[in-house]
Protein backbone atom coordinates (compact mmCIF):
# COMPACT_ATOMS: atom_id res chain seq x y z
CA UNK A 1 0.00 0.00 0.00
CA UNK A 2 1.13 3.21 -0.61
CA UNK A 3 1.83 5.76 2.49
CA UNK A 4 0.04 9.04 2.96
CA UNK A 5 1.30 11.54 4.65
CA UNK A 6 -0.65 14.58 5.93
CA UNK A 7 1.20 17.89 6.26
CA UNK A 8 1.65 18.77 9.51
CA UNK A 9 -0.78 21.10 11.29
CA UNK A 10 -3.37 20.39 8.37
CA UNK A 11 -4.41 17.22 9.76
CA UNK A 12 -6.34 14.77 7.51
CA UNK A 13 -9.00 15.06 10.33
CA UNK A 14 -8.82 18.99 9.28
CA UNK A 15 -9.57 18.24 5.96
CA UNK A 16 -13.04 16.93 6.52
CA UNK A 17 -15.68 17.83 3.61
CA UNK A 18 -13.39 17.14 1.37
CA UNK A 19 -14.19 15.61 -2.13
CA UNK A 20 -12.12 13.19 -3.25
CA UNK A 21 -12.36 13.42 -7.67
CA UNK A 22 -11.08 9.43 -7.50
CA UNK A 23 -12.16 7.53 -4.90
CA UNK A 24 -12.94 7.96 -1.24
CA UNK A 25 -9.90 6.63 0.35
CA UNK A 26 -7.93 9.24 1.38
CA UNK A 27 -11.24 11.07 2.56
CA UNK A 28 -11.58 7.67 4.56
CA UNK A 29 -8.26 7.47 5.88
CA UNK A 30 -8.32 11.65 6.70
CA UNK A 31 -11.26 10.81 8.84
CA UNK A 32 -9.38 8.36 11.02
CA UNK A 33 -6.08 9.12 11.25
CA UNK A 34 -4.13 12.17 12.55
CA UNK A 35 -1.09 13.77 10.40
CA UNK A 36 1.97 11.90 9.61
CA UNK A 37 0.19 8.12 10.14
CA UNK A 38 1.21 6.44 7.77
CA UNK A 39 -1.66 4.27 5.71
CA UNK A 40 -1.48 0.17 5.73
CA UNK A 41 -3.74 -2.58 4.50
CA UNK A 42 -6.83 -0.84 5.68
CA UNK A 43 -8.72 -0.95 2.07
CA UNK A 44 -10.28 -3.73 0.82
CA UNK A 45 -11.42 -2.27 -2.15
CA UNK A 46 -11.19 -2.67 -6.13
CA UNK A 47 -9.83 0.82 -7.08
CA UNK A 48 -6.38 1.67 -7.21
CA UNK A 49 -5.29 4.11 -4.25
CA UNK A 50 -4.48 7.57 -5.09
CA UNK A 51 -0.90 9.03 -5.24
CA UNK A 52 0.29 9.92 -1.71
CA UNK A 53 0.20 13.37 -1.09
CA UNK A 54 3.88 14.29 -0.55
CA UNK A 55 4.61 16.11 2.73
CA UNK A 56 5.48 19.69 2.93
CA UNK A 57 7.21 22.16 2.90
CA UNK A 58 7.47 22.95 -0.94
CA UNK A 59 10.86 23.81 -1.48
CA UNK A 60 9.98 26.52 -4.61
CA UNK A 61 6.94 28.34 -5.67
CA UNK A 62 5.46 28.73 -9.22
CA UNK A 63 2.83 31.62 -9.23
CA UNK A 64 0.49 32.02 -12.23
CA UNK A 65 -2.03 34.59 -13.21
CA UNK A 66 -3.90 33.87 -16.04
CA UNK A 67 -5.35 37.27 -16.93
CA UNK A 68 -9.27 38.14 -16.54
CA UNK A 69 -10.35 34.42 -16.49
CA UNK A 70 -13.90 33.78 -15.15
CA UNK A 71 -13.90 30.87 -13.05
CA UNK A 72 -17.12 29.57 -14.59
CA UNK A 73 -14.99 28.91 -17.62
CA UNK A 74 -12.31 27.04 -15.75
CA UNK A 75 -13.46 23.37 -16.49
CA UNK A 76 -13.09 21.70 -13.15
CA UNK A 77 -15.38 24.55 -12.04
CA UNK A 78 -18.19 23.94 -14.60
CA UNK A 79 -16.77 25.46 -17.87
CA UNK A 80 -19.38 24.27 -20.86
CA UNK A 81 -16.57 23.59 -23.10
CA UNK A 82 -13.33 21.86 -22.47
CA UNK A 83 -11.19 25.01 -21.95
CA UNK A 84 -8.54 23.57 -19.68
CA UNK A 85 -7.45 20.20 -20.03
CA UNK A 86 -3.89 21.29 -17.95
CA UNK A 87 -5.81 22.93 -15.04
CA UNK A 88 -8.01 20.22 -14.61
CA UNK A 89 -4.98 17.62 -14.39
CA UNK A 90 -3.20 19.85 -12.05
CA UNK A 91 -6.68 20.27 -9.82
CA UNK A 92 -6.83 16.48 -10.21
CA UNK A 93 -3.95 16.40 -7.65
CA UNK A 94 -4.91 19.26 -5.60
CA UNK A 95 -6.90 21.88 -4.21
CA UNK A 96 -9.51 23.62 -5.82
CA UNK A 97 -11.17 26.71 -4.53
CA UNK A 98 -14.78 26.80 -5.97
CA UNK A 99 -15.66 30.39 -4.09
CA UNK A 100 -12.52 32.42 -4.90
CA UNK A 101 -13.00 35.61 -4.87
CA UNK A 102 -11.19 39.11 -5.92
CA UNK A 103 -10.59 41.93 -3.87
CA UNK A 104 -11.05 44.31 -7.82
CA UNK A 105 -12.80 43.69 -11.10
CA UNK A 106 -9.24 44.85 -12.62
CA UNK A 107 -6.43 44.00 -12.16
CA UNK A 108 -4.16 47.07 -10.98
CA UNK A 109 -5.99 46.45 -7.24
CA UNK A 110 -6.36 42.57 -7.24
CA UNK A 111 -2.94 42.22 -7.79
CA UNK A 112 -1.28 44.36 -5.45
CA UNK A 113 -4.05 42.49 -3.13
CA UNK A 114 -2.93 39.17 -4.43
CA UNK A 115 1.09 39.93 -3.67
CA UNK A 116 0.77 41.94 -0.50
CA UNK A 117 -1.77 39.90 1.31
CA UNK A 118 -3.60 43.62 2.10
CA UNK A 119 -6.65 45.01 0.57
CA UNK A 120 -6.51 47.72 -2.26
CA UNK A 121 -7.66 50.69 -0.21
CA UNK A 122 -4.91 49.64 2.55
CA UNK A 123 -2.51 50.06 -0.14
CA UNK A 124 -3.59 53.08 -1.66
CA UNK A 125 -4.56 51.63 -5.12
CA UNK A 126 -7.58 53.16 -5.58
CA UNK A 127 -7.26 55.51 -8.93
CA UNK A 128 -7.21 54.95 -12.40
CA UNK A 129 -5.34 57.62 -14.05
CA UNK A 130 -3.65 56.09 -16.87
CA UNK A 131 -3.00 58.81 -18.62
CA UNK A 132 -0.50 60.57 -15.98
CA UNK A 133 -0.41 57.96 -13.46
CA UNK A 134 0.59 59.48 -9.62
CA UNK A 135 2.28 57.32 -7.17
CA UNK A 136 -0.84 58.40 -4.79
CA UNK A 137 -3.69 55.89 -5.92
CA UNK A 138 -2.41 54.21 -9.34
CA UNK A 139 1.03 52.90 -7.59
CA UNK A 140 1.62 49.87 -5.33
CA UNK A 141 3.90 51.81 -2.69
CA UNK A 142 7.29 51.05 -1.79
CA UNK A 143 6.04 50.59 1.95
CA UNK A 144 4.32 47.51 0.88
CA UNK A 145 5.91 44.14 1.86
CA UNK A 146 5.74 42.08 -1.29
CA UNK A 147 5.68 38.01 -1.13
CA UNK A 148 8.86 38.35 -3.29
CA UNK A 149 10.27 40.73 -0.67
CA UNK A 150 9.17 38.07 1.86
CA UNK A 151 10.87 35.45 0.27
CA UNK A 152 14.10 37.22 -1.55
CA UNK A 153 14.61 38.13 2.20
CA UNK A 154 14.42 34.16 2.72
CA UNK A 155 17.13 33.60 -0.11
CA UNK A 156 14.86 32.39 -2.61
CA UNK A 157 15.64 33.12 -6.51
CA UNK A 158 13.24 35.37 -7.48
CA UNK A 159 11.96 36.07 -10.98
CA UNK A 160 8.80 37.70 -13.04
CA UNK A 161 7.77 37.49 -16.46
CA UNK A 162 4.73 39.35 -17.11
CA UNK A 163 2.47 40.26 -19.98
CA UNK A 164 0.35 43.22 -18.31
CA UNK A 165 1.63 46.02 -18.31
CA UNK A 166 -0.67 47.02 -15.02
CA UNK A 167 2.18 44.79 -13.17
CA UNK A 168 5.15 46.44 -14.62
CA UNK A 169 7.81 48.34 -12.32
CA UNK A 170 6.38 51.56 -13.36
CA UNK A 171 3.26 50.57 -11.31
CA UNK A 172 5.60 49.59 -8.37
CA UNK A 173 5.33 45.62 -8.95
CA UNK A 174 8.92 44.39 -9.53
CA UNK A 175 9.44 44.98 -5.78
CA UNK A 176 11.80 42.30 -3.99
CA UNK A 177 12.22 41.02 -7.69
CA UNK A 178 15.72 40.03 -9.08
CA UNK A 179 14.77 39.36 -12.39
CA UNK A 180 11.68 40.81 -13.69
CA UNK A 181 11.00 40.48 -17.37
CA UNK A 182 8.10 42.52 -19.47
CA UNK A 183 7.43 40.86 -22.47
CA UNK A 184 5.33 44.08 -23.72
CA UNK A 185 8.78 46.24 -23.00
CA UNK A 186 10.76 43.57 -24.91
CA UNK A 187 8.57 43.95 -27.99
CA UNK A 188 8.27 47.66 -27.57
CA UNK A 189 12.06 46.95 -28.12
CA UNK A 190 11.81 44.78 -31.05
CA UNK A 191 11.57 47.06 -34.39
CA UNK A 192 9.49 44.23 -35.70
CA UNK A 193 6.76 44.20 -33.60
CA UNK A 194 6.53 48.03 -33.63
CA UNK A 195 6.29 47.68 -37.02
CA UNK A 196 3.49 45.36 -36.80
CA UNK A 197 1.93 47.80 -33.63
CA UNK A 198 0.32 44.48 -32.69
CA UNK A 199 1.28 44.46 -29.04
CA UNK A 200 -1.16 41.80 -27.88
CA UNK A 201 -1.16 38.61 -29.96
CA UNK A 202 1.39 36.06 -28.90
CA UNK A 203 2.57 37.62 -26.12
CA UNK A 204 1.64 34.32 -23.97
CA UNK A 205 4.21 31.76 -25.94
CA UNK A 206 7.13 34.03 -25.42
CA UNK A 207 5.87 35.06 -21.45
CA UNK A 208 6.48 30.57 -21.38
CA UNK A 209 9.53 30.62 -22.98
CA UNK A 210 10.92 33.53 -21.13
CA UNK A 211 9.67 31.55 -17.66
CA UNK A 212 10.88 28.63 -19.55
CA UNK A 213 14.21 29.84 -19.76
CA UNK A 214 14.54 31.39 -16.08
CA UNK A 215 14.17 27.85 -14.78
CA UNK A 216 16.65 26.65 -17.08
CA UNK A 217 18.93 28.70 -15.90
CA UNK A 218 17.98 28.07 -12.01
CA UNK A 219 18.17 24.43 -12.55
CA UNK A 220 21.85 24.90 -14.31
CA UNK A 221 23.27 27.53 -11.91
CA UNK A 222 22.10 26.77 -8.11
CA UNK A 223 22.81 23.85 -5.63
CA UNK A 224 19.99 21.54 -4.63
CA UNK A 225 18.92 23.26 -1.38
CA UNK A 226 18.26 26.35 -2.90
CA UNK A 227 14.89 27.75 -3.69
CA UNK A 228 13.20 29.41 -6.07
CA UNK A 229 9.73 32.25 -6.96
CA UNK A 230 8.87 32.32 -10.45
CA UNK A 231 5.79 34.44 -10.89
CA UNK A 232 4.38 34.18 -13.90
CA UNK A 233 1.53 36.75 -15.25
CA UNK A 234 -0.53 35.81 -19.24
CA UNK A 235 -2.25 38.47 -20.54
CA UNK A 236 -4.52 37.04 -22.08
CA UNK A 237 -7.56 35.74 -22.18
CA UNK A 238 -8.04 39.40 -21.91
CA UNK A 239 -9.70 41.30 -24.92
CA UNK A 240 -9.37 41.60 -27.81
CA UNK A 241 -10.13 37.82 -28.18
CA UNK A 242 -7.59 36.54 -30.61
CA UNK A 243 -6.61 33.14 -30.28
CA UNK A 244 -4.79 31.26 -32.67
CA UNK A 245 -6.08 29.76 -35.95
CA UNK A 246 -5.80 25.87 -34.09
CA UNK A 247 -7.55 27.33 -31.25
CA UNK A 248 -10.14 29.72 -33.01
CA UNK A 249 -11.12 26.01 -34.50
CA UNK A 250 -11.76 24.24 -31.16
CA UNK A 251 -14.95 25.12 -30.52
CA UNK A 252 -18.07 26.35 -32.13
CA UNK A 253 -20.47 29.12 -31.01
CA UNK A 254 -23.60 28.74 -29.06
CA UNK A 255 -26.22 29.79 -31.04
CA UNK A 256 -29.05 28.83 -29.27
CA UNK A 257 -28.31 30.97 -26.75
CA UNK A 258 -29.33 34.06 -28.48
CA UNK A 259 -27.08 35.84 -26.12
CA UNK A 260 -25.39 38.78 -28.73
CA UNK A 261 -21.90 38.41 -27.07
CA UNK A 262 -21.95 34.58 -27.90
CA UNK A 263 -19.16 34.87 -30.94
CA UNK A 264 -16.76 37.12 -28.31
CA UNK A 265 -17.62 34.01 -25.57
CA UNK A 266 -16.45 31.32 -28.08
CA UNK A 267 -13.12 33.53 -28.74
CA UNK A 268 -12.21 34.09 -25.33
CA UNK A 269 -13.21 30.14 -24.62
CA UNK A 270 -10.75 29.66 -27.23
CA UNK A 271 -8.22 31.62 -25.59
CA UNK A 272 -8.07 30.34 -22.32
CA UNK A 273 -7.62 26.92 -24.39
CA UNK A 274 -4.73 28.21 -26.03
CA UNK A 275 -3.39 29.68 -22.47
CA UNK A 276 -3.86 26.49 -21.10
CA UNK A 277 -1.74 24.61 -23.49
CA UNK A 278 1.09 27.52 -22.25
CA UNK A 279 0.62 26.71 -18.64
CA UNK A 280 1.13 22.89 -19.89
CA UNK A 281 4.45 24.08 -21.55
CA UNK A 282 5.24 26.27 -18.52
CA UNK A 283 4.95 23.07 -16.29
CA UNK A 284 6.86 20.73 -18.86
CA UNK A 285 9.44 23.23 -17.90
CA UNK A 286 9.49 22.30 -14.37
CA UNK A 287 9.67 19.05 -15.06
CA UNK A 288 13.01 19.52 -17.37
CA UNK A 289 14.71 21.82 -14.35
CA UNK A 290 13.82 18.65 -12.29
CA UNK A 291 11.98 20.51 -9.76
CA UNK A 292 8.76 19.62 -10.97
CA UNK A 293 7.98 17.23 -7.76
CA UNK A 294 9.21 19.78 -4.50
CA UNK A 295 7.31 22.75 -6.45
CA UNK A 296 4.11 24.46 -5.11
CA UNK A 297 2.07 25.77 -8.30
CA UNK A 298 -0.29 28.12 -7.67
CA UNK A 299 -2.89 29.32 -10.51
CA UNK A 300 -4.67 32.20 -10.36
CA UNK A 301 -6.76 34.68 -11.98
CA UNK A 302 -7.06 38.68 -11.00
CA UNK A 303 -10.68 39.03 -12.25
CA UNK A 304 -13.39 37.43 -14.54
CA UNK A 305 -15.14 38.50 -17.13
CA UNK A 306 -18.83 39.84 -18.48
CA UNK A 307 -20.52 38.93 -21.60
CA UNK A 308 -23.78 40.58 -20.80
CA UNK A 309 -24.82 38.78 -17.65
CA UNK A 310 -25.92 42.05 -16.07
CA UNK A 311 -25.73 44.20 -19.57
CA UNK A 312 -22.23 44.59 -20.37
CA UNK A 313 -19.08 43.43 -21.14
CA UNK A 314 -15.18 42.83 -20.57
CA UNK A 315 -14.14 44.16 -16.67
CA UNK A 316 -14.10 46.77 -14.37
CA UNK A 317 -17.13 47.92 -13.99
CA UNK A 318 -19.22 46.09 -11.54
CA UNK A 319 -18.64 43.79 -8.77
CA UNK A 320 -21.07 41.02 -9.49
CA UNK A 321 -19.81 37.69 -9.30
CA UNK A 322 -18.77 37.19 -12.94
CA UNK A 323 -15.96 39.67 -12.70
CA UNK A 324 -15.23 38.70 -9.07
CA UNK A 325 -15.10 35.04 -8.76
CA UNK A 326 -11.74 33.55 -10.13
CA UNK A 327 -9.99 30.04 -10.49
CA UNK A 328 -7.47 29.08 -7.72
CA UNK A 329 -6.03 25.89 -8.14
CA UNK A 330 -2.93 24.45 -6.02
CA UNK A 331 -1.02 21.39 -6.26
CA UNK A 332 2.45 20.34 -4.56
CA UNK A 333 4.20 19.22 -1.20
CA UNK A 334 1.91 19.37 1.53
CA UNK A 335 -1.39 20.26 -0.24
CA UNK A 336 -4.22 17.84 -0.08
CA UNK A 337 -6.47 17.00 -2.89
CA UNK A 338 -9.85 18.69 -2.03
CA UNK A 339 -12.71 20.54 -3.61
CA UNK A 340 -13.44 23.97 -1.34
CA UNK A 341 -16.50 25.14 -1.55
CA UNK A 342 -16.59 27.67 1.34
CA UNK A 343 -15.54 31.28 0.39
CA UNK A 344 -11.74 31.92 0.19
CA UNK A 345 -10.13 35.50 -0.97
CA UNK A 346 -7.47 36.48 -3.19
CA UNK A 347 -6.13 37.60 -0.07
CA UNK A 348 -5.40 34.32 1.57
CA UNK A 349 -3.36 33.34 -1.59
CA UNK A 350 0.03 35.06 0.44
CA UNK A 351 -0.59 33.31 3.39
CA UNK A 352 -1.15 30.37 1.92
CA UNK A 353 1.64 30.01 0.10
CA UNK A 354 3.70 31.05 2.71
CA UNK A 355 2.72 28.79 4.80
CA UNK A 356 3.08 25.71 2.66
CA UNK A 357 6.61 26.96 1.89
CA UNK A 358 7.17 26.96 5.91
CA UNK A 359 7.91 30.55 5.87
CA UNK A 360 6.88 33.16 8.80
CA UNK A 361 4.66 35.15 7.04
CA UNK A 362 4.96 39.34 8.14
CA UNK A 363 2.65 40.85 10.50
CA UNK A 364 -0.50 42.78 9.07
CA UNK A 365 -1.70 40.41 6.49
CA UNK A 366 -5.17 40.85 6.41
CA UNK A 367 -5.60 37.14 4.39
CA UNK A 368 -5.73 33.68 6.66
CA UNK A 369 -3.88 31.08 5.31
CA UNK A 370 -6.52 27.90 3.83
CA UNK A 371 -3.84 25.03 4.24
CA UNK A 372 -4.26 25.51 8.36
CA UNK A 373 -8.21 26.03 8.64
CA UNK A 374 -9.75 23.31 10.73
CA UNK A 375 -13.63 22.38 9.54
CA UNK A 376 -14.60 24.31 12.53
CA UNK A 377 -12.66 27.31 12.19
CA UNK A 378 -13.56 27.11 8.22
CA UNK A 379 -17.32 26.92 9.56
CA UNK A 380 -17.17 30.02 11.50
CA UNK A 381 -15.14 31.50 8.82
CA UNK A 382 -18.14 30.91 6.57
CA UNK A 383 -21.08 31.84 8.60
CA UNK A 384 -19.89 34.26 10.63
CA UNK A 385 -16.62 35.79 10.24
CA UNK A 386 -16.66 35.58 6.39
CA UNK A 387 -18.73 38.92 6.65
CA UNK A 388 -15.45 40.79 8.31
CA UNK A 389 -13.06 38.21 6.47
CA UNK A 390 -11.05 40.42 4.20
CA UNK A 391 -11.75 37.99 1.38
CA UNK A 392 -15.38 39.58 1.60
CA UNK A 393 -14.72 43.05 0.89
CA UNK A 394 -14.29 44.70 -2.52
CA UNK A 395 -13.11 48.06 -3.53
CA UNK A 396 -13.69 49.18 -6.91
CA UNK A 397 -12.74 52.62 -7.97
CA UNK A 398 -11.41 52.89 -11.09
CA UNK A 399 -15.04 53.39 -13.42
CA UNK A 400 -17.52 53.07 -10.66
CA UNK A 401 -18.12 53.72 -6.85
CA UNK A 402 -19.19 50.38 -6.12
CA UNK A 403 -18.02 48.10 -3.04
CA UNK A 404 -19.16 44.90 -2.26
CA UNK A 405 -19.70 42.88 0.63
CA UNK A 406 -19.62 38.91 0.10
CA UNK A 407 -20.95 36.74 3.33
CA UNK A 408 -22.63 33.81 1.66
CA UNK A 409 -25.30 33.46 1.47
CA UNK A 410 -25.41 37.28 1.45
CA UNK A 411 -24.67 39.43 -0.87
CA UNK A 412 -24.22 43.42 -0.37
CA UNK A 413 -23.37 45.77 -3.02
CA UNK A 414 -22.97 49.55 -2.03
CA UNK A 415 -22.75 52.92 -4.11
CA UNK A 416 -20.16 54.41 -1.95
CA UNK A 417 -21.99 57.79 -3.31
CA UNK A 418 -24.56 57.48 -2.46
CA UNK A 419 -25.04 54.62 0.25
CA UNK A 420 -27.56 53.40 -1.55
CA UNK A 421 -27.33 49.08 -1.25
CA UNK A 422 -28.54 46.29 -2.87
CA UNK A 423 -28.54 42.71 -1.46
CA UNK A 424 -28.68 39.51 -3.01
CA UNK A 425 -28.95 35.94 -2.00
CA UNK A 426 -26.18 33.66 -3.69
CA UNK A 427 -27.57 30.12 -2.99
CA UNK A 428 -31.12 31.07 -4.56
CA UNK A 429 -30.09 34.07 -6.86
CA UNK A 430 -26.47 33.16 -7.88
CA UNK A 431 -26.79 35.40 -10.93
CA UNK A 432 -27.63 38.23 -8.70
CA UNK A 433 -30.49 39.53 -10.82
CA UNK A 434 -32.69 39.72 -7.35
CA UNK A 435 -31.95 42.74 -5.47
CA UNK A 436 -33.53 41.36 -1.86
CA UNK A 437 -32.39 44.64 0.02
CA UNK A 438 -36.06 45.90 0.86
CA UNK A 439 -36.95 42.20 1.90
CA UNK A 440 -34.24 41.84 4.32
CA UNK A 441 -33.91 45.21 6.04
CA UNK A 442 -31.93 43.80 9.41
CA UNK A 443 -29.35 42.09 7.00
CA UNK A 444 -28.75 45.15 5.15
CA UNK A 445 -27.95 47.12 8.17
CA UNK A 446 -25.38 44.54 9.62
CA UNK A 447 -23.85 44.09 6.20
CA UNK A 448 -23.33 47.82 6.15
CA UNK A 449 -21.49 48.25 9.71
CA UNK A 450 -19.63 45.17 8.38
CA UNK A 451 -19.03 47.48 5.02
CA UNK A 452 -17.97 50.50 6.85
CA UNK A 453 -15.87 48.84 9.73
CA UNK A 454 -13.87 47.15 6.63
CA UNK A 455 -12.97 50.40 5.34
CA UNK A 456 -12.09 51.97 8.41
CA UNK A 457 -9.56 49.54 9.24
CA UNK A 458 -8.14 49.38 5.51
CA UNK A 459 -7.90 53.61 5.83
CA UNK A 460 -6.51 53.26 9.30
CA UNK A 461 -3.75 50.96 8.06
CA UNK A 462 -3.16 52.83 4.54
CA UNK A 463 0.52 52.60 3.83
CA UNK A 464 1.84 56.06 3.15
CA UNK A 465 1.84 56.41 -0.99
CA UNK A 466 5.82 57.26 -2.19
CA UNK A 467 6.55 60.76 -2.59
CA UNK A 468 8.19 60.65 -6.28
CA UNK A 469 5.98 60.66 -9.46
CA UNK A 470 6.00 58.25 -12.27
CA UNK A 471 5.22 58.37 -15.98
CA UNK A 472 4.51 56.15 -19.55
CA UNK A 473 6.58 56.02 -22.11
CA UNK A 474 5.05 56.47 -24.96
CA UNK A 475 5.40 52.48 -25.92
CA UNK A 476 3.76 51.65 -22.49
CA UNK A 477 0.59 54.66 -23.76
CA UNK A 478 0.28 52.63 -27.01
CA UNK A 479 -0.51 49.38 -25.11
CA UNK A 480 -3.11 50.81 -22.58
CA UNK A 481 -4.94 52.52 -25.45
CA UNK A 482 -4.99 48.83 -27.46
CA UNK A 483 -5.90 47.33 -24.36
CA UNK A 484 -8.88 49.81 -23.85
CA UNK A 485 -7.39 51.54 -20.21
CA UNK A 486 -6.94 54.76 -22.00
CA UNK A 487 -9.77 56.17 -24.52
CA UNK A 488 -13.78 56.45 -24.35
CA UNK A 489 -14.52 52.71 -24.05
CA UNK A 490 -13.34 52.26 -20.14
CA UNK A 491 -16.31 49.62 -19.70
CA UNK A 492 -13.01 47.45 -19.11
ZN1 LIG B 1 -6.47 41.76 -15.37
Known amino acids: MEAIVSRGGASGADRDGMELSRDGLLRWVGLRLGAGVLLGGVCGCSEPAPAPVRAGPAQHLLLVVVDTLRADHVGVLGAARDTTPQLDALAERGVVFSQAIAPSPWTRPSMGTLMTGRLPLALGLTDHNFRNPQTDGDVLPQSALTLAEVLGSADFATSGVVANINVEPVFGFDQGFADYVSVPAEMASDPAWRERNDWLRDTSSRVTTRARDWLADFAATNSVDD ?266
Do not use: C
Open 227 to 492: RAFLYVHYLDPHDPYTPAAKFDALFDADRSSGNPWAEDERLYDAEIRQIDAEVGRLLDGLDDAGIADDTLVVIVSDHGEEFGDHGGTRHGHSVYDELLRVPWIMAGPGVARERRRDQVGLIDVMPTVLDALDIAAPTGLRGTSQLALTPTTRATRSSVSAEHASAAVFSESAYVPLNALRAPPWKLIVDTETNAASLFNLARDPREHDDVAAHHPHVVQRLLERWRDERATSERNRLPSDATSTGLSSAQREQLEALGYIGDDHAR
